[in-house]
């Protein structure tokens, strides 16, 4: 099974990479908006995106682009993702191209789900929240990343 996980810099990152025991048994593949980044998953495949937020709209297309033209070169499985924009673009292109998605919302959400969270409840297959109190309906608690 191929799993391409996919996260933005700071605390996305950091929460990605803790998850990377979980697919020991898998082709995993690492996307984020820091080319620098490919020296923290050395042996993986890694591939560089653009950053974006939601304040910037015309970086958002070229996010969008750029992660479309790599999960269609990619092929992967399923697609993992703590976060932000770009992960939430890979649940939604993956989703659309017919991958198993996975959003596993930051641990910085202590009152409710991320803005990017709330819209990748309508996309992703799984939605994981690393508090307890934020658990309901599709919404999964199965512990934290960083403990």
Known sequence: MKVLAIASIGGHWV????LKPAFKDSEL????TKQSFADTVKGFEF????D???????????????????????KPDVIITTGAAPGLMGVIIGRLMGCKTIWVDS????Q???LSGRIAIRFANKIYTQWPDLASGKIIYNGKVIS
Do not use: E, G
């Open 47 to 50: 591939h560089c995106i653009p």
């Open 15 to 18: 929460q990605l990479l803790r």
């Open 52 to 74: 974006s937020n939601r304040w910037n709209k015309f970086d958002l297309i070229k996010t969008f682009v750029s992660v479309y033209r790599k999960i269609k070169v990619i």
């Open 29 to 32: 593949v690492f996307m984020s």
């Open 112 to 114: 409710k789900l991320s």
């Open 107 to 110: 641990i910085a959400n202590v």
